[in-house]
Each structure stands twice: as structure tokens, then as C-alpha cells.
């Protein structure tokens, strides 16, 4: 009985601790600091980089009227929490030819919270 009870509680525990559920929204909004400077979260704005409004669920080089690199414009990518986390670990590894000149977040936490960051700004 306490072998089956401390199972279910460490299955809880497991799936209670996804990247979705952990979270923060204001660390999200202190690591996209660093994306600020080159994307906007508002419809249609570009800036050197596309607007990540809308990234979510949509394809690679989807928006109109910006200038991506043919690596981007050839991939099949469609942007999701695992393509996203992907990407901004290491743009350059991730997508070979890619024009995005950030090194990456090393920290897993980061990507997490500025990936729920943008989603929750972005709705």
C-alpha cells in the first residue's frame, strides 16, 4: 500500500511540474528584455525581427513583408513550445543559416518563462 502511495505521488509530483505549470510571467517579461530590442509582441510590428505576435502555431517566415534568410524560408518549422525552447536555446545549431544573431537562453527556466511570456501577451 505505501509502495502504491508513494508511486501516485511521485507521478503527480512529475506530471504537477511541467515547463507549462512552473512558469512565471514576470520572469518571462524580465528575459524577453533581452528580445525587445529586436521583436515586438504587437501585431504586424517589425523591428530587425518579426513581430512574435501570432508566432505561436504559426509557420517559419510567416509574416509578410519581412525579410527572412532562405534557411528560414525552406524549413518546415511551425512554432510550438518545443520548437520555440529548441530555437532560443541555440538559434544558430537549431537552424543553420538562420539571420538571428542571439547566442541562445542556457537556461532551461528562462526559455520556459519567456516562452509563457509570450503566449500570455500575445492571446
Do not use: E
Not at 505521488?9 to 529586436?38: E, I, P, Q, R
Not at 527572412?68 to 530555437?87: P, R, V
Not at 541555440?90 to 538571428?100: A, D, R, S, V
Amino acid at each position: 500500500m505505501k509502495k502504491s502511495l508513494l508511486i501516485a505521488f511521485g507521478l503527480a509530483v512529475a506530471l504537477g511540474s511541467t515547463s507549462a505549470s512552473a512558469a512565471d510571467l514576470k520572469a518571462g517579461a524580465k528575459v524577453f528584455k533581452k528580445c525587445k530590442a529586436c521583436h515586438s509582441l504587437k501585431p504586424g510590428k517589425k523591428k530587425v525581427g518579426p513581430t512574435l505576435h501570432g508566432v505561436i502555431g504559426s509557420k517559419a517566415a510567416g509574416m509578410k513583408k519581412f525579410k527572412y534568410s532562405k534557411a528560414m524560408k525552406g524549413s518546415a518549422i511551425t512554432w510550438d513550445d518545443k520548437t520555440l525552447d529548441a530555437f532560443l536555446k541555440k538559434p544558430k545549431k537549431f537552424l543553420k543559416g538562420t539571420k538571428m544573431s542571439f547566442a541562445g537562453l542556457k537556461k532551461q527556466k528562462d526559455r520556459d518563462n519567456v516562452i509563457a511570456y509570450i503566449k500570455d501577451k500575445t492571446k
